[in-house]
C-alpha cells in the first residue's frame, strides 16, 4: 500500500556545495549526512541528495510547498537558482514556479491554499 510522497532524491556533482545550497535554500542542516546520502527532514518529506547520477529537468517532477511563492521564487533565485518557468496562477489561487538549482536539477514550488496536508481522505 502506498504512504504517499515521503522523498526526494536530487543529484549533485558536489556534496558539500549541494549541501550548503539545499541547506539555505530550505533553512535546515541534513539530518542524515553521510559521503554517499543526504537526507534533509521537510515538511513531513526527505528530499536527498547523491554525489553520483546526473542531474536534470526532465525527469520526474516534484513540487515543494511553500507560503509565498513570490518571496520563496526571489530567495532561491539570490541563492543561485534559475527560473525555467516563471510563477503561473494554475487557478483557486493555486501557484506554480520552477527553477533549475545550480546542478542543474528542476526544483519546483507551489503555494496552495486549497490543499490540507492533514486531510485523511
Known sequence: ???GLRTV???VPDMDKGKAWYSEAF????YFD????AGFAIGGFELGLIP???PGVSGSRAYWGVENIEQDLARVVALGATITHPIQDVGEGI???EVSDPFGNMLGLIE???FDPTAVR
Open 112 to 114: 496552495n491554499p486549497v
Open 27 to 30: 533553512g535546515v542542516a541534513p
Open 52 to 54: 553520483d547520477g546526473e
Open 34 to 37: 553521510q559521503p554517499f546520502y
Open 9 to 11: 532524491i536530487y543529484p
Open 1 to 3: 500500500m502506498f504512504k
Open 95 to 97: 501557484k506554480v514556479a
